[in-house]
Every structure is written in C-alpha cells, then in structure tokens.
C-alpha cells in the first residue's frame, strides 16, 4: 500500500470507537485487574482515536492536492476530528460549575461544540466520498449511506443539545410519556447508542472500501505502467 492507502485506514478509527472499546474492554479489563494499571484510559473517550483519523486526514490531503482538485472538501472533516481530538482537553480547562449552568457558560458552549463536531462527522464524510474519483459510480451510493447516517446523527445532537434550550427558557419542556397513570422519564440516549454502535461505523466501513479501491487502482496503474497485463474481472 502507498502512504495515501494506509491513512484512509488511518481516518477510519474514529468511526469504529464504540465498537473496538467494547472489544478491547473485555480484555484488557481483565489485565487491568490483575495489574493495577488502567490500560484504558487513553481509550475511555474519542480523543485518541480522533487523533488517528487526524492525522490519517493531514497525510492523505496533502498527498493527494496535487491529483485531485476536490481534495478542499475533505477538510470540514479534518477540522471535526480536530475538534473532538483536543476535547478532553479542553473540557479540563473550561469546568461547568451548577447544576444548571446558562447556555452561554464557556464549558457549556464548548460541550454543545464537541456534540456538534461528533453529530457532523457523518455530513463531513458525504463531502470527502463526494471528492473522490476512485469511486466512480459507487460515488453516490457512498454519499446516500453517509446522509442517511447524517439523519441519525443530527436527531442525536438534537436530543443532547435540547436540555440546554430547556434550561435557557427557549423551548418548553418535553412532556413526560403516561403509563398507566405514571410519567415514564426519557433519557434520550437512543439515537446516541444508534449513532455510536452502527451509524458511525457504517462510514468507518465505508472509508476501508476506498482505502480498498484506491489501492487496487494504484496497483492496476502500477502493473500497466511495467507492462504487465492487467487481468479482466
């Protein structure tokens, strides 16, 4: 694989966060236990992973500007892994202090951020599968899964962003479910768990295909540029 093929692999990381912690969680708790260390801390939230596909974006835009003029729009997506990279980060610094702080308290307002840029990350992928030639008529089909995924993510940002509005007095507060005579609480954590365990890695999916078709057509340009013959599927 060229340097390209692997960062696709690289951006794909973020995508499969729930997923891999849940895997990684059976193991290395177990050795957590006996060792005493916490191997997973550095996996507890998305600043690692994000890391990764930032990095992974970094490469693969500056290694392809010069062959594809569309390579800009792969840079929304870049700035949301950014975003959720230095998150943690961040969240240290700016302390939500009450129970029920305003909406314009800095670590509220940089919280609504972090949630936007995870919620974004679907549409900013539909823009980077957009700019890619590799995939020829699979393009749209790339682009309608990621939308649909989009749909699901955006309802999760609604049902985490909502609260805050209700605390503000924008909005009225959602009325409670009546079972029975008695109010069934919501915790809206629905759409975050759709969005976490299948949304979001349907796109990590999505970016090894093409890290799949970019390195199949650099090996085809590599073999007709020998002079070998190219087999017909």
């Given at each position: 694989?060229r340097?390209h093929h692997?960062s696709l692999?690289?951006?794909?990381?973020?995508f499969?966060?729930?997923?891999l912690?849940?895997?990684q969680?059976?193991?290395?708790?177990?050795?957590?236990?006996?060792?005493?260390l916490?191997?997973l801390?550095p996996?507890?939230?998305?600043?690692?992973?994000a890391?990764?596909?930032l990095?992974?974006g970094?490469v693969?835009?500056?290694?392809?500007?010069?062959?594809?003029?569309?390579?800009?729009?792969g840079?929304p997506?870049?700035?949301?892994?950014?975003?959720?990279?230095v998150?943690?980060?961040?969240?240290?610094?700016?302390?939500?202090?009450?129970?029920?702080?305003?909406?314009y308290?800095?670590?509220?307002?940089?919280?609504?951020?972090?949630?936007?840029?995870l919620?974004?990350?679907?549409p900013c992928a539909?823009?980077?599968?957009?700019?890619?030639?590799?995939?020829?008529?699979?393009?749209?089909?790339?682009?309608?899964?990621?939308?649909?995924v989009?749909?699901g993510?955006?309802?999760m940002?609604?049902?985490?962003?909502?609260?805050?509005?209700?605390?503000a007095?924008?909005i009225p507060?959602?009325q409670?479910?009546i079972?029975?005579?008695?109010p069934?609480?919501?915790?809206n954590?629905?759409?975050?768990?759709?969005?976490?365990?299948?949304?979001?890695?349907?796109?990590g999916?999505?970016?090894?295909?093409?890290?799949a078709?970019?390195w199949?057509?650099?090996?085809?340009?590599?073999?007709?540029?020998?002079g070998?013959?190219?087999?017909?599927?």
């Amino acid at each position: 694989m060229r340097p390209h093929h692997l960062s696709l692999i690289a951006m794909s990381a973020i995508f499969f966060y729930l997923p891999l912690f849940i895997v990684q969680s059976t193991g290395l708790g177990f050795l957590a236990g006996a060792t005493g260390l916490d191997l997973l801390y550095p996996l507890s939230n998305f600043s690692f992973p994000a890391l990764i596909s930032l990095c992974g974006g970094i490469v693969y835009l500056r290694n392809t500007r010069e062959e594809n003029p569309l390579w800009c729009l792969g840079i929304p997506l870049c700035v949301m892994f950014a975003i959720t990279t230095v998150s943690p980060v961040v969240s240290g610094f700016l302390v939500i202090r009450g129970m029920e702080p305003p909406i314009y308290d800095p670590g509220v307002l940089w919280n609504i951020l972090s949630q936007l840029a995870l919620a974004l990350l679907p549409p900013c992928a539909a823009l980077f599968f957009w700019s890619q030639k590799e995939l020829g008529r699979w393009m749209l089909v790339f682009l309608c899964l990621s939308l649909v995924v989009t749909l699901g993510s955006l309802a999760m940002f609604w049902a985490e962003f909502s609260p805050y509005l209700v605390s503000a007095g924008l909005i009225p507060p959602e009325q409670p479910l009546i079972v029975n005579g008695l109010p069934v609480r919501s915790e809206n954590d629905g759409f975050l768990m759709l969005t976490l365990m299948f949304g979001l890695p349907l796109i990590g999916i999505l970016f090894l295909i093409l890290a799949a078709i970019s390195w199949d057509a650099a090996r085809n340009s590599s073999d007709r540029t020998a002079g070998h013959p190219v087999p017909r599927l």
